[in-house]
């Protein structure tokens, strides 16, 4: 399963939001990525700083299901959105 570039951005934008309303997350995803509120108003439409996002989401197993279960997506989304967006871009830890 592959997505266009206008699903994964479309998507993105939603992890951003769900992000942005998470309390807890929100300060976590602030330090680790310096970025700041301003940041994330005017990034919003960069791919780059959208791939990001779902980066960090796909950190964490529990962040990664809290997401897709309030989306009603499967859970492999956020990782297919995020290839898509970085493309050789994205970082292999593994």
Same mark, same amino acid.
């Given at each position: 399963m592959s997505l266009s570039?206008?699903?994964?951005e479309?998507?993105?934008?939603q992890a951003l939001a769900w992000l942005v309303s998470n309390d807890e997350l929100l300060p976590v995803f602030l330090g680790a990525t310096g970025?700041?509120?301003a940041d994330l108003r005017a990034r919003a439409g960069e791919?780059?700083?959208l791939g990001s996002?779902?980066?960090f989401l796909t950190l964490n197993d529990a962040w990664v299901m809290a997401?897709?279960?309030a989306g009603n997506?499967?859970?492999?989304q956020p990782m297919l959105a995020a290839q898509v967006?970085? =493309?050789? =871009?994205?970082t292999h830890w593994t």
């Open positions: 570039p206008e699903a994964a479309t998507l993105a934008l970025a700041s509120e791919a780059e700083f996002v779902l980066e997401f897709c279960d997506m499967a859970y492999e967006l970085l =493309g050789a =871009g994205r």
